[in-house]
């Protein structure tokens, strides 16, 4: 097949264009493109909420002339000052912080932690299962028995000790998590590239005398696409929640740097007099968990309705 395949186009014959268009026309017919997904109601909404929580958080400080996320009044009369106070939405902490800005400020290190964790989880899971599932052979079964093991460890408690031994910093909570995403990932790209590595485009590439870079990258990576962005965004919302419980057992982001997880933790102290001071920023960890799951949610329905 190889060889039927490999004599026209290698030797430039008629029959060459007509294969190659054919070859080309298929390669177009599985790609999935991302932007269809973008056009969907079930994909958009969620996803524009969740662009208005990361614009809120990044730019909501600098748009509204919020003072810095522990630049806190001195004087009792700035403490605790409750909701709709002058000058504070949220009204202060004890230290007299306005508690909308660290709210925001907050929200920054939640959502950092969360994309840079499944950005890095995504890539060097990605490269690593692509590339097992296409090679085959012993170098997939040493990279999937490593991964394997991987996974039999807990990961949130194997997070949280790697993160106690490494120190609490923003920097070690993503390193931890990301550490842990990638056999996630790696499981999913390699069960698409052994399904992928067989369809006759793929032969046609290699007969044509593509490199394995080329092929993982031109015609792999494009299909595979579509199932890791619904997989990632379900991570993003796991790594918020992940970093949150390290935040909240002091394993992760260290006080007074606010993120949402250490908010509910000092926020717990003040409960019955401030409610708010647990239920604002759990509340913003909800929504914006909620609506990353929505988000993979409204992709995989998509995906299944192209499928059919």
């Known amino acids: 097949m190889t060889e039927a395949?490999?004599?026209?186009?290698?030797?430039?014959?008629?029959g060459a264009l007509p294969l190659r268009g054919s070859l080309r026309t298929a390669w177009v017919r599985e790609q999935r493109n991302v932007k269809r997904y973008l056009r969907n109601l079930e994909v958009t909404i969620p996803a524009s909420v969740f662009l208005l929580v990361v614009l809120a958080c990044f730019f909501g400080p600098w748009i509204f002339g919020l003072p810095g996320a522990n630049a806190g009044?001195?004087?009792?009369?700035?403490?605790?000052l409750p909701l709709n106070s002058p000058g504070h939405l949220l009204g202060t902490d004890i230290n007299g912080n306005d508690l909308l800005s660290r709210l925001l400020h907050g929200g920054q290190v939640s959502i950092e932690v969360g994309l840079g964790?499944?950005?890095i989880g995504f890539i060097l899971g990605s490269v690593?299962?692509?590339?097992a599932g296409y090679i085959g052979g012993i170098v997939d079964a040493a990279v999937m028995r490593f991964l394997d093991i991987q996974l039999a460890f807990p990961g949130l408690i194997l997070a949280l000790a790697v993160a106690a031994y490494l120190g609490p910093s923003e920097l070690h909570v993503i390193f931890a998590l990301s550490f842990f995403s990638v056999p996630g990932y790696a499981r999913l790209t390699r069960a698409q590239a052994l399904r992928l590595r067989e369809r006759d485009y793929i032969a046609a590439s290699r007969a044509m005398g593509a490199s394995t870079w080329h092929v993982m990258r031109r015609h792999m990576s494009p299909n595979i696409m579509p199932s890791m962005l619904t997989f990632a965004f379900l991570q993003i919302g796991q790594a918020i929640v992940a970093e949150a419980a390290l935040s909240y057992l002091g394993a992760g982001i260290p006080f007074p740097t606010p993120s949402w997880g250490n908010m509910v933790k000092v926020g717990q102290d003040y409960l019955r007099p401030r409610p708010d001071f647990v239920l604002i920023p759990g509340g913003m960890l909800f929504i914006t968990i909620l609506v990353c799951n929505l988000i993979a949610n409204g992709l995989r329905d998509v995906a299944e309705s192209e499928a059919e």
């Open 5 to 14: 395949v490999g004599g026209p186009i290698a030797g430039g014959g008629a």
């Open 128 to 131: 690593l299962g692509t590339f």
């Open 117 to 119: 964790a499944t950005t």
């Open 73 to 80: 009044k001195l004087g009792i009369q700035y403490q605790l």
